[in-house]
């Protein structure tokens, strides 16, 4: 490898990331003025050779030097080791918050969202929420419809803030039953803040540990977009009329400004007593006998305007589809405990890989048991949801958008390789920090055997790779084996942790025991 060729991995994001060996104070030359020593610097790609790389050691009174997680580029390969200069350091090795933030460096997901941040301050700066929806309203562009009258609610975890989806039922006449979703309208707001060229990369809010990093500027997800309760918000609105037999008599598709009348958290006692929630339940369990809590409601509804809008985006030969293929039979899940059922729904709703439509694209949803299948509910956290819906506007003339806004679609569905990789790094990189922090801070958790349900089998060279469901300390992490197994086989596990001897890499790895749980 020469320097032409770590050039050109420079290109895309301007460094390389790697650790900087500082442990034991050992050194390997000077720099040509010998004012500072040279150290080896071990880069995260494994493709690429070690590094010696100028640092300039503080001394304090521990005397303890640390391994430190650096950004660098390359300075020179003049010798038997290529030279770098230090760009940023990020920490400690010991410290899990630079870990988390090493982890996104090395998968190129740490992307700035400040001039979308700046950019979308100055308007909220100028202009109050209500004061930009007064305005919309009046605008015949946006079709907005009052709703605000209405009553409408969410059901999310405790302690969210970017509130996506809402609900609300309504009884009619001939015993049919309107249920209305209500989806947070990002696209309107950035086309009426004029938003859309400061849209960064980033095509996913990423949750560790630590914090999450939000798709959006945190002002746009958890305040202006979001619907929170008591406040006038912009939705785009599914409305299932359906009959007295559950069966869907129409469906219609609106932009509606709301105001949501609470923000519940699932299972909490006021929303189990709430008139219209156990309402849309009764009304739900009918439709699935399967129904058991507000969890599963909530997933029913969203799967249900996923795969009814997918439809309809299929039959006007549009849309980002998510594809999800499989050999086996997904009936075999329901041998398994609900709560674990409805963590491999969960699952199996992020992988898989999206498809713009065509006709010979196959995008068959084999897990859901869906035909056409789209995202479109998460759009304050998901670049693909708000596509879709910035496609269905477009496509089905809900709103009269600027060039900007088609601009944005067009330069997005021609990079549907980006996104596929981005998301598979995002999902690799949330597990992997979760077992590791909870490993970290509870290490009595690898001093016991857990019960674990195998799932999403995959073939890697000679190797097989699952995702292992620990039920009882509810943890999901990967595991690689050379055996074959069947999905949804029981097993028992032990986790480990390790640690190369350079500390550049932290692993936590599951040993399977090989006794059949019974």
């Not at 958890?222 to 009329?241: K, P, Q």
């Not at 339940?281 to 399967?290: G, I, Q, R, S």
């Not at 097989?464 to 949804?488: A, C, G, H, Q, R």
């Amino acid at each position: 490898m020469n320097s032409e060729i770590i050039q050109s991995k420079l290109l895309n994001t301007g460094y390389l990331a790697g650790v900087l060996q500082l442990h034991g104070n050992r050194s390997f030359g000077r720099t040509a003025n010998k004012k500072r020593l040279l150290y080896k610097c071990i880069p995260d790609d494994k493709e690429l050779p070690v590094f010696l790389i100028p640092y300039e050691m503080k001394m304090d009174f521990s005397k303890v030097f640390k391994n430190k997680y650096v950004l660098f580029t390359i300075d020179h390969w003049n010798e038997t080791h290529p030279h770098g200069l230090l760009k940023e350091t990020i920490g400690d090795v010991d410290d899990l918050n630079c870990y988390y933030e090493y982890q996104l460096y090395c998968k190129h997901l740490h992307i700035s969202i400040n001039d979308f941040t700046n950019k979308s301050r100055v308007v909220l700066q100028e202009n109050t929420v209500e004061t930009i929806i007064s305005r919309m309203l009046t605008l015949p562009k946006y079709q907005l419809e009052d709703r605000r009258a209405e009553y409408i609610f969410s059901i999310d975890p405790e302690n969210s803030r970017d509130f996506d989806d809402a609900f609300s039922i309504q009884t009619l006449d001939n015993n049919e039953t309107k249920i209305s979703i209500y989806i947070a309208n990002v696209c309107l707001w950035l086309e009426e803040m004029e938003l859309w060229n400061s849209f960064s990369t980033r095509v996913s809010t990423i949750y560790l540990p630590d914090k999450k990093r939000t798709m959006l500027p945190a002002a746009l997800s958890d305040v202006v977009c979001s619907l929170l309760e008591n406040n006038d918000r912009l939705a785009f609105v599914m409305d299932a009329i359906i009959d007295e037999n559950g069966q869907l008599k129409d469906i219609q598709y609106k932009n509606a400004v709301i105001r949501v009348k609470k923000n519940f958290v699932y299972e909490e006692p006021k929303l189990l007593k709430n008139h219209n929630y156990k309402q849309l339940f009764e009304f739900t369990a009918d439709l699935d006998k399967n129904m058991k809590d507000s969890h599963d409601l909530v997933e029913y509804w969203m799967i249900y305007m996923n795969s009814k809008t997918g439809e309809h985006m299929a039959n006007h030969k549009m849309g980002i589809f998510r594809s999800v293929q499989y050999s086996h039979s997904p009936l075999h899940i329901t041998k398994l405990d609900h709560h674990t059922q409805q963590v491999i729904r969960s699952w199996n709703n992020v992988i898989g890989k999206y498809i713009c439509y065509a006709e010979d694209a196959d995008i068959h949803h084999d897990m859901l048991e869906r035909k056409y299948y789209v995202q479109i509910t998460s759009p304050i956290r998901r670049l693909i949801d708000l596509l879709n819906m910035l496609l269905f506007i477009k496509h089905m003339g809900l709103a009269d958008l600027s060039s900007s806004a088609d601009t944005f679609m067009t330069k997005w569905l021609a990079q549907m390789d980006f996104i596929n990789k981005s998301m598979k790094d995002i999902r690799k990189i949330q597990v992997a920090s979760d077992i590791l922090h909870r490993c970290f801070h509870n290490p009595d958790i690898m001093n016991s055997e857990y019960e674990g349900v195998l799932f999403d089998k995959t073939i890697k060279g000679d190797k097989f790779k699952y995702m292992v469901y620990l039920k009882d300390i509810k943890l999901l992490t990967s595991y690689t084996s050379d055996e074959n197994l069947e999905n949804y086989t029981d097993r028992n596990f032990n986790i480990y942790l390790f640690e190369n001897e350079d500390q550049s890499r932290k692993k936590i790895r599951l040993q399977l025991q090989h006794q059949k749980i019974e």
